[in-house]
Each structure stands twice: as C-alpha cells, then as structure tokens.
C-alpha cells in the first residue's frame, strides 16, 4: 500500500482522536450549565440544542468521548496483549493450549451483559476497574485461541526450534521469536478488541452501572435522551450516537491499514 492510500485509511481515526481531545477545550459553554429550555431545537445559542436540562447538546458533546476513548484503548490494549502472550505460550507449549480452549468454551457461554451486571451490581465500588476485569476475564481466552491457530505454523518453524535447542526460555520464544511475526494478527485483535470494548462500556454506561465516567460521556447523552429526545431535538441523541460510531469505525479502519500487504 503506499504511503498516501495509507494515511487516507487512518485519516478518519486520527481526526475523531484529535476531536476527542481537543474537544473539552473547544466547547462553547460548561458541560452543567442550562443555556436554553429542554430539548430545544438547535439555535444560534446552542448549535446543537439543548437535553432534557436544557444544556448544550454540543458542549456535552464535545467533552463526553475522552473517558470513552480512553477506557476502551486501556481494555484493548490489556486484552490483546495478554492474549497475544497466552496464545502464543499455547502454541509452544500444547498443554497450555489445552486448558485455553477449555477456558474460552466455557466463557463464552456466559453473556457479556449478564456478567457486568453481576459484577457492578455486586461490587459497585469497582467501577472502571470492574469494566477493565470483566474484558479481560471474557475477551482473553477467546483472543487467545485466535493467537495460537496463528502462531501454530511458526511453533514449528526451523528458527524457533533453533531458538530452542540454543536454550531460550519461553519468554524469549515469544518476544522474540513468535509475535514479531504475527503484526497482522496483533492488529487486526487489537481492533475488534476496542470495538467490543467500546461496546461494553456504552452498554455499562447506558445501564447506569457505576462505571466512573462522566456524566457526559457519550453512552450516558444517549441514555438520558433517548425517546422524547429523538422527537424534539434528534440531535441530542445523534450527535453522542454518531460519536461512538465515528469512534468505533476510525479506529478499526486505522488498524486495518497495518493489516494490508506491503505494510
């Protein structure tokens, strides 16, 4: 791929990224204070209109996809590095592998929704920490399964098992030898990793469990507007709705472009 298609994939991702930073400094009014009447429809005052308090649409909106964004690359990059190490373990130690398969079977099972809200109804002091626990228990073995079909044919390899007869630990075979050859693979999880994490907080967010976010944070905007919202002022729903797509969908079309041959 040259470079220009190249920053043309991952173009999207780097302006929604920059907009979600950017975006508590470029908000015209404060997040909590009501400027005009609930639900209004978009004026001069409020380029978006108001919520059902009456505050801005546009400033709430541009403040509420940090702890979003931020939450959801933590869970990303934890379960895909976990699982690229497990899965990778697996495929040179096939006893690991075994106990893995068995682990994502049985997890797999278990609903995501269900388990957040047994853990943050259960322990609701968790908050984040919850959400981060909840990804890894469910999101690792699954991941990891993918990782050692990937990882199987380089187990075999003449260099690795050079690797092993010059006597390097497992560490080594994996760090050096193993995921330095599997971008793709790394990539392309990391990816459908954040989309699912994405997911997962909004859904946290949208039930209302105690997840340490922002009010403001788009999965909430959404939530607290949803049904007369949509009718007299769709935009307090589309804009957050709209955010989380543009999010979810940036960064999977970034990543992508690391997947492509010639990359």
């Keep these: 791929m040259s470079t220009g298609r ?24 404060p997040v909590d204070r009501p400027v005009t009447f609930p639900f209004a429809a978009p004026s001069g ?32 990059v934890l379960v895909t590095a976990l699982a690229a190490y497990l899965g ?71 260099f690795v098992e050079v690797a092993v007869a010059n006597g390097e630990r ?7 030898e193993t995921l330095p050859n599997l971008r793709s693979t790394v990539a392309t999880q990391f990816g459908l990793r ?16 105690p997840t340490t976010l922002s009010e403001s944070n788009w999965a909430t905007m959404v939530r607290d507007c949803v049904g007369p919202g949509m009718q007299l002022n769709p935009w307090s729903v589309l804009a957050p709705s709209l955010g989380i797509i543009a999010l979810a969908f940036g960064v999977q079309r970034a990543v992508g472009a690391w997947t492509v041959p010639g990359r």
Excluded: K, N
Excluded at 170 to 176: A, C, D, Q, Y
């Design 6 to 29: 190249f920053f043309a994939r991952i173009a999207p991702a780097l302006v929604v990224v920059v907009a979600v930073i950017a975006g508590p400094w470029l908000a015209p009014h």
């Design 45 to 76: 005052e409020a380029l978006l209109g108001g919520d059902q308090l009456g505050r801005d649409v546009l400033s709430r909106f541009l403040h509420g996809g940090w702890d979003l964004l931020l939450l959801a690359l933590v869970m990303a």
């Design 88 to 158: 990778c373990a697996a495929a040179l130690r096939p006893r690991l592998g075994t106990w893995i398969e068995r682990s994502a079977d049985l997890l797999i099972l278990l609903p995501p929704v269900l388990a957040t809200l047994i853990l943050m109804l259960t322990w609701p002091q968790l908050g984040a920490y919850g959400l981060i626990a909840i990804a890894l228990v469910l999101g690792t073995p699954y991941s990891a399964r993918v990782f050692a079909a990937a990882a199987a044919p380089l187990a075999t390899s003449g």
């Design 170 to 176: 497992l560490p080594s075979l994996i760090l050096r």
């Design 194 to 209: 954040f989309v699912e994490s994405i997911c997962l907080v909004g859904t946290a967010a949208f039930l209302q469990l």
